[in-house]
């Protein structure tokens, strides 16, 4: 029985892996946020998708964002990473994504249409009037807390 319950469990519950990309501009000592509006939804989070069948979590988090935006070459600490969870917006079970703080130096960006609409560099404040959901909003604060206390 408790077998055919985690079957079950197992399949209500979607876990993606994303990356927070941040560009800190030492010029004016200000952190930027990358945001996309994924095509699919027309939402504004983070860079995010599932692992393939290889990888680990920060493996699929750093190849989606970059297929989705381009980027490469990001730092990544992979000793602090942030969870969300949140009813599937199709209502069935429950999704989960695991985000990492990835710092970029090359701001420049390459949308892949077919996943993504636009794309913005944001500050704290912008990214919490832009981002759609309250979940991605919490992401967002709490990056930018670890950020501000490192």
């Not at 029985?1 to 892996?17: E, F, G, H, N, R």
């Not at 309250?134 to 501000?148: G, Q, V």
Request: hydrophobic share 35%; aromatic share 8%.
């Amino acid at each position: 029985m408790a077998d055919q319950i985690k079957l079950v469990s197992d399949l209500l519950t979607d876990q993606s892996y994303g990356i927070i990309p941040i560009h800190r501009d030492k010029a004016n000592g200000t952190i930027k946020y990358l945001l996309i509006q994924h095509r699919r939804g027309e939402h504004w989070a983070f860079p995010k998708g599932h692992a393939d069948p290889e990888e680990s979590g920060l493996q699929a988090a750093l190849r989606e964002l970059t297929e989705e935006t381009g980027i490469q070459g990001v730092i990544v600490d992979a000793s602090i990473c942030f969870d969300e969870k949140y009813l599937r917006p199709n209502g069935m079970g429950l999704k989960g994504v695991r985000y990492w703080i990835g710092d970029v130096t090359n701001t420049k960006v390459k949308m892949q249409e077919k996943e993504i609409s636009a794309y913005r560099w944001v500050t704290a404040r912008q990214g919490q009037k832009l981002i759609t959901y309250d979940e991605s909003r919490n992401i967002l604060k709490r990056a930018a807390e670890h950020l501000e206390n490192e």
